[in-house]
């Protein structure tokens, strides 16, 4: 009885944990789905001073050192922000000191705004 037991035990352990693992990935997912709907994050500015670090003209992408964001919880640090209006990319020379204002679009991050 013993021998049958033991394995249906760690069945019974198994199965379970692996739909909860599944099952806490679906959320997570379902929980980034929904913080890119409201409009209200979704249309927040934020406002930052970097220093351009790399400029992808083609590719529409900038790479700033920036300083601490408050309004994203950010340390200061080096990333890609992505710049739809080709207009801010002229504004954006390498090793140039901006400020700069950006938006959260999904996973990127759009800047909207060149000083
Ligand atoms: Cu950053």
């Known amino acids: 009885m013993k021998k049958f037991a033991l394995p249906s035990l760690i069945l019974a352990l198994l199965v379970p944990t692996a739909a909860a693992i599944a099952q806490t990935k679906m959320d ?14 979704a249309s927040v500015v934020h406002k930052a001073t970097g220093t351009v670090k790399k400029l992808d003209a083609k590719a529409g992408v900038v790479t700033l ?8 919880n950010w340390p200061s640090m080096t990333m ?7 207009r801010l ?10 400020e700069f ?13 060149v000083k």
């Open 28 to 41: 997570d997912m379902k929980g980034m789905d929904m913080s890119k709907k409201p409009t209200a994050s």
């Open 89 to 98: 990319m002229d504004k954006l020379t390498d090793g140039k000191k901006v």
């Open 101 to 113: 204002e950006f938006m959260q679009e999904g996973k990127d991050y759009v800047v909207t705004g």
């Open 65 to 72: 050192a920036h300083a601490p964001v408050k309004s994203m």
């Open 80 to 86: 890609g922000f992505k710049v739809k209006d080709k």
